[in-house]
Nanobody
Framework: QVQLVESGGGLVQAGGSLRLSCATS????????VGWFRQAPGKEREFVAA????????NYADSVKGRFTISRDDAKNTVYLQMNSLKPEDTAVYYC?????????????????????WGQGTQVTVSS
C-alpha cells in the first residue's frame, strides 16, 4: 500500500502563494503518474493538475492554468503544487493522488477514478 502525505496548506490572503507537498516512502515512486485534486465544501472533488511519470507531460484545470504549477522531485519522492495568485475560490481540501504506470506511456490522468492511491488531504483557505 502506497502512502501519500500532503503538507503545506494553510490560510493565505487573496493574491498570495502556497506550495503544497506530497511525500511518500514508495521507492518506485518515479514510476507513478501523479495528480492534485481539490474538494470545496458542498462540492464534488475536482481535478487541479496532473503530471506523467516522467514529468514531461503536465495538464491543468482551466481555473488554475497560469497560476499553479505541478512538479516532482523523484530523488525526494515528492510532488509539489506551487499555487500563486490565489483566489478565495481556490479554498478547498487539496489531495494528491498517484497511479502506478510501470514506466509505460507518457500520459497524465485527469479523472479521479484513474488513480490508485490518495493522500489524506490538506486544507487551503484563501481570505478575501
Amino acid at each position: 500500500q502506497v502512502q501519500l502525505v500532503e503538507s503545506g496548506g494553510g490560510l493565505v490572503q487573496a493574491g498570495g502563494s502556497l506550495r503544497l507537498s506530497c511525500a511518500t516512502s514508495e521507492r518506485q515512486f518515479s514510476s507513478y503518474a501523479v495528480g492534485w485534486f481539490r474538494q470545496a465544501p458542498g462540492k464534488e472533488r475536482e481535478f487541479v493538475a496532473a503530471c506523467s511519470w516522467s514529468g514531461s507531460n503536465t495538464n491543468y484545470a482551466d481555473s488554475v492554468k497560469g497560476r499553479f504549477t505541478i512538479s516532482r522531485d523523484d530523488a525526494k519522492n515528492t510532488v509539489y503544487l506551487q499555487m500563486n495568485s490565489l483566489k478565495p475560490e481556490d479554498t478547498a481540501v487539496y489531495y494528491c493522488a498517484a497511479k502506478r504506470t510501470y514506466y509505460t506511456g507518457t500520459a497524465y490522468y485527469t479523472e479521479s477514478r484513474e488513480y490508485d492511491y490518495w493522500g489524506q488531504g490538506t486544507q487551503v483557505t484563501v481570505s478575501s
